[in-house]
Structure formats: C-alpha cells, structure tokens
C-alpha cells in the first residue's frame, strides 16, 4: 500500500467558524480547547491542525462523537467548508490541486469529476425520480440525455433498484433511499468518495446490510473513500485506516488493529473498550512466539481473523506461519489470556 | 407647542415636488410604460371579447378541465359564467378578468425575479422590506392620486394602482420560497458541482413552487379586490356598477354588482387551487 499515490492531502487543515477566524487560531496553536476559544473569542473551532495523506484506494475514517470536527473536515475536501489556515489538496489526475485556494471553475470541475458526496440525510430531490436524482451529477457536468440514461440504468442495477427508477424517492424507504444516493455518487465515476455518516439514519439492520454491500462494490471499484462514522464497530468493519478525533484535533491515526492495540489515549481507550474484539484481532495479535518445534499439523496464516480461527480450536492448538515459516501456535488458552487482558 | 406647529415638516411640499420632478422629467417613461400597458390590455380584452361569449365560456371550462381531471370544479365554473351571462355582466366580468390577467402578468413577471434576487442578497431583502410594507399599507387612494397625474384616466392607471397593490405578495412569497430550500438540497447540489445557474433552475426554484404558485393565487385575489378602487380611476370592469350604484345609493344594484364579484373571486380561486403532485 505504501507505494500508492496520494490523492487526498490534509496539510495541517484548521477550520474556525465565525467572522475573524485568525483571532481563535493563536489560542488553538496554544493548544486550547474549544470551549476556551469561544468564550474568548466568539469563534468557534472546527477542526484544528489536522494532517493526514489519503491513499489512492483506501478506505479512510474520520472517526469520534458528535462536535469532533470530522464532519467538518471531510467537507473541506470539496471545499463546502472554508479553511481558515493550511491546505487541502486533492488530485485531478495529473497534479494535486489546492481546493482551498483555487477559482470556481476548477472547484466545479473537480467536483463534477473527481469529487462525489453522499450524505447522511440523503441529500436527494423529492420532486425528482429516482432516475432523475441518480442521473444529477451527470446533468450538472453536461453529460447528454442519452448518455446520462445509460450510466443510471447500469448504476441502478449496481444497487438493486432498476425496478423503481421511475418512482419518486418519497415512495422509498430510507434504506433504498440511501442507495439512490450510493447511486448518484457512484455514477459520476469520480474516483474519491466522501461519505458523510451515510448509514447512520438507517436502521441497525439495513445499516449492516449497507456496509457489505458497500464493501463489495468497493472490491470492484476501488474508489478512494473517505467515511465519516461515530460508530466504531463500523469504523474497524469498513476502514483500511481510522482517524479518530476528539474536540476538532486527530487524537490517533492508524489501522484497527493498531488503534485497538495500542490506544493512544484514554478517549480512544474509552471507544475500544466497548467495541467487540473479534472484528478486529488476528493471529498476531493472539499467538504464543514459538519455542521450538511446530504444535500442530495444522497451520493457519498470521494476518487470520480471530472469528475464522475460533472453530478451528477445537481440535486443539494451531501453528501461525508468516509467509509458510512458523512464527508461533494459538490455542484456546492463548486466546482467552490476551481476551481477558 | 408653538415651534413644533410653527416648523411643520414640508411632507406636502416634498411629495408635491418629487412628483412634478417626475412628470417633466421622466415623461418618457411614463409615456413607454403606458403604451406597454395598453398594448396588453387590449391584447388581452380582444381575445375575451371577440369569440361569442358562449365559446369563451367553453374554453375556459375546458381549461380547467385539463387542470383538475375532475368534473367538480368545471361545472361550478360553467354554472357561475352562465349566472354572469344571465345577469348581463358579461362585457364588465372580460374587463375585470382582463385587469386581474395583466395585474397577473406584471406582478409574477417583476415579483418573482425581484424575490429570487432578494433570497439571494439579504441586504437588498432589508432595504426592500420597508418598501414592500409600505406599498401595501398605504391607502391605494393615495397613490391613485399620482396615477392619474401620470397616466390620466382609464384602465392604464387602475393596473399601475393594482400592480403597486399587488406586487410584494408575489415578492415576499418567493423569497420565502427560494430562502427556505433546504440547506441539504443547495449543498447537494453544490458538491456535484452546479453553477449558481443550475442551482436556482434544479434546485431552488423546484423547492419553491409551491410558495411561487400561492404568490400566484394571492396575486389574482387581490388584484380582483381592486376592481372597485380601479373603476374610481375610469377603468371598465364589475367595478363601474358597484361604483355607479354608490353613487345613486341604489341597494339593488349595489349587491347584483358585488355578488358578480364574489362570484368571479370564488371561481379563480377554485380553478386555481390544483394540488402540484
């Protein structure tokens, strides 16, 4: 993964609400909080210092409760938040573009091409069809009438509504409405996605439903997608890496099993702590380093989850291999001692 | 007391003045504006008045046919210009229909560019909403004075009153309209990259038709409240009867008028209350 391009960079991004936003950046340098700077300033800051590179392909998620600034710094990418200090650069293809100091024109281009959004409250036009709101941003580019009809047909059947696309988007339940908006981003063919909390006003069900389904048209996509969760558990099931933000500052930035292993601070610890620990470990992370000589026929490989392995425990303990040579054994106690600890 | 009765602020005079400016001054405009009006005015009067009276009636219940799909409305519609024929108001009801049209057509033709504008710049909606008030509670009477100082007598002055009248429903409605779009809808929007264009043709203007078309409703109704005021300036309408019976106190005439217009009143606005969608 490391030799991927970049094509999303936060450079130390700072965000203020407010009418004089330099006024709060001084205090926020000095490492206040935000209830600090309002009370001084009047100003209310978003997102304070934030950088982060996103990697052509990945999943990225901004990750923390409601006030930590996550919204507001993914909408930043597509510049429908102003930045008060430092730059978000987004590839066009050929050269990184500055969305936060470029011309009009060049923001509609990006967004009309390389950009898509879906929204947590869908976002969708209830006067239109379903068709009508899945062909929206091939409208705004200007794409033809015919050419547009054909990308919306495929799209729909891409998400399973190819029956309802001369509904209006009311008729639809929440969980089809978000699809429509899956839809509509997916049908720009724009390679980076921004994905606002888009399954959170979903029941607990669809919601899970969603996220597989999300997961596997990704597999054949490969989009770059930055995802906005306060959810953990949803966080570690789609993220290839996880930002986690506290007050509008990143407090940990890392993969799953890094962030589960090693939090880097009680607020992230305090997240961990409630979420379930068998999405997210391996063999790594359970397996006794090998004293010699092999414990079973049996081998499993390193990176493993943790779920697959469990059924296999009970016909005793297991080998870890890394690239075919034994790196340690896994058993029943091993896992319980790491559990527990 | 006496310096304050003694240095009686010119109002008067200012008025007085700031109108014959005006009339010396901006003569052309008047003069174009009239014509324009005229032209309408009797566009629209030909069009009602030259078909046989029961062909027009035909029409027009065809049209609301086509706007309702039911036969309720329609038939009350049918039935009420039968009641107007029966009557004999027929020449006074296209003259009045003809003042609510063109009343119609300069009101949405100004009031919904000039609300689009204003949802889109708060301050112009600041400046404007004095404006706004006070064309619409200072006595018509009073700017009747200055139409016929402009305009003399007729139809042309009665639709400037009418329009001066009528103008800020269509304004405040469709600024309502355009500023209470969804903030989620504009936003979408602006991520998939629309021009302010798109925006206001996909999105705004969409959102807001609803409140546009009760801009539309209010703006008939209204414009049809002023048949009477307008019939005091020489406009032809249901308004000269009303007016002429005031005059020679005749009750019986009075009310044959009036229930002419109520009829008329309660005709547009059934014909013109169509659920959109």
Known sequence: MSERNTVVAFDNVSIVFGDDPQKALPLADDGQQRGEIQET??????????????????????????????????????????????????????????????DAKTLRDLRQRRVAMVFQQFGLLPWRSVAENVGLGLELAGEPAAKRREIVTRQLELVGLD??????????????????????????????LLMDEPFSALDPLIRSRLQDELLELQRDLQRTIIFVSHDL????????????????????????????????????????????????????DVMKPAAGGSASEETIDVETPIRDILPLLRNGPLTVTEDGAPLGSVSAESVVARLSA | MNWLTDNKIPVDDVAEAVFGWLQINAAWFFDGLAVAMEWLIEAVLWLLQTPHPLIVVA?????????????????????????ILNQGYWEETTESLT?????????MGLGVPIGIAAAHRPRLYAWLRPVLDLMQTLPTFVYLIPAIVFFGIGMVPGLIATVIFVVPAPIRLTHLGIASTPTALVEAADAFGATPRQKLWK??????????????????????????????????????????????????????????????????????????K
């Open chain 1, 41 to 102: 300033t009047g100003q209310v800051l978003g997102v304070h210092d934030a950088s982060i590179d996103v990697k052509a392909g990945e999943i990225l998620v901004l990750m923390g409760l409601s006030g930590s600034g996550k919204s507001t710094l993914l909408r930043a990418v597509n510049g429908l938040n102003p930045v008060a200090r430092g730059s978000v650069r987004v590839s066009d293809g050929e050269s990184m573009i500055d969305v936060t100091t470029c």
């Open chain 1, 233 to 284: 558990d949803e966080a570690f099931k789609i993220g290839n890496r996880i930002a986690i933000m506290e007050g509008g500052r990143i407090v940990q930035l890392g993969t799953p099993r890094e962030i589960f292993s090693n939090p880097a601070s009680e607020y992230v610890a305090d997240f961990v702590a409630n979420m379930n620990p068998l999405g997210v470990l391996t063999a790594r």
């Open chain 2, 59 to 83: 029409i027009l219940t065809a049209a609301v046919w086509a706007l309702h799909r039911s036969w309720k409305v329609p038939a009350f519609v049918a039935v009420g210009f039968l009641f």
């Open chain 2, 203 to 276: 999105v705004e203007l969409p959102s807001a038709l609803p409140q546009i078309m009760a801009g539309l409703n209010q703006t008939i109704m209204l414009s049809l409240s002023m048949v009477v005021i307008a019939a005091l300036v020489g406009a032809d309408g249901l308004g000269v009867p009303v007016v002429r019976a005031l005059n020679r106190v005749d009750t019986g005439l009075g009310f044959e008028a009036g229930l002419i217009i109520v009829v008329v009143a309660i005709m547009l606005d059934r014909a013109l209350r169509v659920d959109l």
């Open chain 2, 99 to 107: 003042l609510v049209l063109a009343a119609c057509v300069v009101c």
């Open chain 1, 163 to 192: 029956a309802w696309a001369d509904h209006r988007v009311a008729e639809l339940s929440g969980g089809m409405q978000q699809r429509v908006g899956l839809a509509r981003a997916f049908a720009t063919d724009a390679p980076i």
